[in-house]
T-cell receptor, first 113, second 112 residues
């Protein structure tokens, strides 16, 4: 069945460091891929998305490219800020499995000044 | 639109009591999802609806859990009787299609 595997955390970085959070997926069809962010005490918010192979999603300095050949959707940011401290979830939605959203386990990021 | 609205934000109840969580999805969204989030198991899909009809409830832990969607603007998740292991944050999300899921702020349930 469909699933998402993402990098274990927690991740701690210094401000302005480069961030990569790995995400790979398994799907029966051609899913849409997402990164969601959860700040403390809040629900998940969409950070970026990509709906087909080779698409690049981007938002707030974060980027992720839909790589069908490696079934990956790694999240990157060139220079993190303290305000980026949150939990990041990779997710997919596959029309072949009824449009439900499959989430990874989440990766906690802490950015220190 | 105010977004997905969940109530209550916090609920503390005694073991054995009935608990009802409520959700108002975004108007016009055809899909509604209930998730449970814990440290141990992460984010788990419990059940989802399409046009008010339950499509997949395979994630509902056991018969103590039930969910309804009597109309397009309201859904409930009920636990009866509640147990301490049900303590978690419960999220409701709605979606117009597979393009994005919009989450509520969650209900933090504590069963003592």
């Amino acid at each position: 069945g469909d699933s998402v595997t993402q990098m274990e955390g927690p991740v701690t970085l210094s401000e302005e460091a480069f961030l990569t959070i790995n995400c790979t997926y398994t799907a029966t069809g051609y899913p849409s891929l997402f990164w969601y962010v959860q700040y403390p005490g809040e629900g998940l918010q969409l950070l970026l998305k990509a709906t087909k192979a080779d698409d690049k999603g981007s938002n707030k300095g974060f980027e992720a490219t839909y790589r069908k050949e490696t079934t990956s959707f790694h999240l990157e940011k060139g220079s993190v800020q303290v305000s980026d401290s949150a939990v990041y979830f990779c997710a997919l939605s596959d029309m072949n499995t009824g449009n439900q959203f499959y989430f990874g386990t989440g990766t906690s990021l802490t950015v220190i000044p | 639109d105010a977004g997905v609205i969940q109530s209550p934000r916090h609920e503390v109840t005694e073991m054995g009591q009935e608990v009802t969580l409520r959700c108002k999805p975004i108007s016009g969204h055809d899909y509604l999802f209930w998730y449970r989030q814990t440290m141990m198991r992460g984010l788990e899909l419990l059940i989802y609806f399409n046009n008010n009809v339950p499509i997949d409830d395979s994630g509902m832990p056991e018969d103590r859990f039930s969910a309804k969607m009597p109309n397009a603007s309201f859904s409930t998740l009920k636990i009866q009787p509640s147990e301490p292991r049900d303590s978690a944050v419960y999220f409701c999300a709605s979606s117009p299609d597979r393009t994005e899921a919009f989450f509520g702020q969650g209900t933090r349930l504590t069963v003592v």
